[in-house]
């Protein structure tokens, strides 16, 4: 990370800390924030894709044996479940190349579209919902004020961080996560590792 990046992302999590304490209790049990982004945008899709609905250790398995992206549309589907994906999940990733290929999804644009645009763009592939086009613009675009409230994992991390008897509604994140504008990505990315930090415990 750079000075300047450093510097900006310090006074980021002074602004989260200040607007709301017990997301400032959390960064400061969690740590330093670490993000890596993915920079290949097609990989970035088909990683998403193949991840869905897979114990990490699986999908890892299966995401090693993966051929390259450019390869996808001329790879019989056989050898493409032998790699352990399912014929959905082929459809999914051919429907994906097929969109790429013809420029009915232009990758190269996304970046210049705001947050809701990039979403329409994504779910118009099979496969693709409104989750993992958020997962695509935090973990590849790096946009900072995205909040996925449709992520079980956010919803249970608020329950716990904000003493909730239910896991919270989209509404009730929405009302939450206004403290955070606009680094929303951020202090979801805090919710998750505190999750993960916390498993287990109370």
């Given at each position: 990370?750079?000075?300047?990046?450093?510097?900006?992302?310090?006074?980021?999590?002074?602004?989260?800390?200040?607007?709301?304490?017990?997301?400032?209790a959390?960064?400061?049990?969690?740590?330093?924030?670490?993000?890596?982004?993915?920079?290949?945008?097609?990989?970035?899709?088909?990683?998403?894709?193949?991840?869905?609905?897979?114990?990490?250790?699986?999908?890892?398995?299966?995401?090693?044996?993966?051929?390259?992206?450019?390869?996808?549309?001329?790879?019989?589907?056989?050898?493409?479940?032998?790699?352990?994906?399912?014929?959905?999940?082929?459809?999914?990733?051919?429907?994906?190349?097929?969109?790429?290929?013809?420029?009915?999804?232009?990758?190269?644009?996304?970046?210049?579209?705001?947050?809701?645009?990039?979403?329409?763009?994504l779910?118009q592939?099979?496969?693709?919902?409104?989750?993992?086009?958020?997962?695509?613009?935090?973990?590849?675009?790096?946009?900072?004020?995205?909040?996925?409230?449709?992520?079980?994992?956010?919803?249970?991390?608020?329950?716990?961080?904000?003493?909730?008897?239910?896991?919270?509604?989209?509404?009730?994140?929405?009302?939450?996560?206004?403290?955070?504008?606009?680094?929303?990505?951020?202090?979801?990315?805090?919710?998750?590792?505190?999750?993960?930090?916390?498993?287990?415990?109370?």
């Amino acid at each position: 990370m750079t000075k300047r990046a450093a510097k900006e992302t310090r006074q980021v999590l002074k602004h989260l800390a200040v607007a709301d304490a017990r997301l400032a209790a959390i960064i400061k049990s969690v740590g330093a924030y670490e993000i890596k982004l993915r920079k290949d945008p097609f990989q970035s899709l088909i990683e998403a894709i193949i991840y869905q609905q897979l114990a990490g250790s699986a999908a890892d398995a299966i995401y090693g044996r993966f051929p390259r992206p450019a390869q996808l549309l001329v790879t019989k589907d056989v050898k493409l479940r032998a790699a352990g994906l399912s014929a959905r999940k082929i459809e999914y990733l051919k429907d994906l190349a097929t969109c790429v290929s013809d420029g009915r999804l232009n990758l190269a644009l996304l970046p210049k579209l705001p947050d809701e645009q990039v979403i329409e763009q994504l779910v118009q592939v099979k496969g693709i919902g409104r989750w993992t086009a958020e997962m695509f613009l935090i973990f590849c675009l790096g946009r900072h004020d995205v909040l996925p409230v449709g992520d079980l994992g956010l919803r249970k991390a608020m329950q716990k961080a904000y003493s909730l008897v239910e896991l919270p509604s989209p509404v009730r994140m929405r009302d939450i996560a206004q403290l955070w504008k606009p680094y929303r990505s951020i202090a979801t990315w805090y919710l998750w590792k505190s999750l993960e930090k916390f498993k287990g415990i109370g």
